[in-house]
């Protein structure tokens, strides 16, 4: 993989692999996109002009002769790689008013991911919920509340070449009220849209089944959820959790989308590891806070001769760190910063 797709650097403390998961918007496919765009590039001779005609300034007056570079881009809000708000799929959601693009909250928009794999599934079948379960136990991963589900599909890979939109396996209803249900407000898929594609949507609903026309996105006028369309390069996620997911919209108001820069931050596997850490001032040495238990009295006799209840382990919080210990972050072995 380029190193355009994928950096690795220090983050928080630990190494980390961060993964650009978005597509590239350029001209080359707006002669096929069935939502067209079309960038107009300015370069740095070009904006001369407007110098001039702003404030009487020529090329003169610029250092090497030469002003800014611009560009002016016509697009629609689900162009390119883009997060749906909740406003998208209906006016209201669970019977209040759903929420526009810049009014989805930011905990939406980063948390733990998980990769679930569904490439070749049947285009007219689409992903269920039974799918999404026997990935889940096969992937060995239990949904917890926020986290952020993606759709391998690979379909990205046809992104650049006409017809695309009819190639993915789309999400069904109960795959996403599946995953809504288990508390996941966020789910992306490697495809232009979420559900299954439009051709075989409009010919079931022609022939009279119209309660499966866009079912996966309707689900958002009964619960509230974003979806992330349009991700690529899933397949280079190393693997299928255990990683984090950043996915933040740009704000337009009163929007039913926003473009976004989506990027999975893998942890690198041996690289140093942040850990909370304290000076014990009694026992004068470093302790990790996960293992804190061990700090704690041990039981007593009461008066009767009785051991006292042992106190329950859990992980210390910091703020109940023992009067004058002192809270570090211990980057490396033998690496210690005060906070």
Known sequence: MSNSLMESFAFGGREVDVIDLSDLLSNATTAFESLPHHIDYTDHAGTIPISERKWGMGAEYWRAGLVWAQETVTLCSHSGTHIDAPYHYAPTSGGAPARTIEQVPLR????????????????????????????????????????IALIRTDVWKFFKQPGYDQKHPGM?????????????????????????TLDIMVAEAKAGAKRQLWEAHYFGAIKQYRQIEKLCHLDAIPRPHGFAVVALPIKLERASAGWSRVVAICPRAGGPQARLVMVHPDQGRVVDLAQ????????????????????????????????????????????????
């Open 172 to 196: 069904r209803e109960s795959a996403t009220r599946y995953l809504v249900d288990a508390g996941v407000k966020s789910i992306g898929i490697d495809a232009w849209s979420f559900d299954r």
């Open 108 to 147: 939406w928009c980063m948390g733990d991911g998980f990769v679930l794999d569904r490439v070749g599934v049947d285009l007219v079948r689409g992903i269920t919920q039974d799918d999404i379960e026997r990935e889940l136990e096969r992937i060995d991963y239990r949904i917890k509340p926020y986290d």
């Open 292 to 339: 804190a238990e061990r700090l704690r009295p041990r039981p007593s006799l009461d008066a009767g001769g009785r051991r006292r209840a042992r106190i329950p382990k859990r992980r210390l919080d910091p703020s109940q760190l023992p009067r004058g210990a002192v809270a570090a972050i211990r980057t490396t072995p033998g690496t210690i910063a005060a906070v």
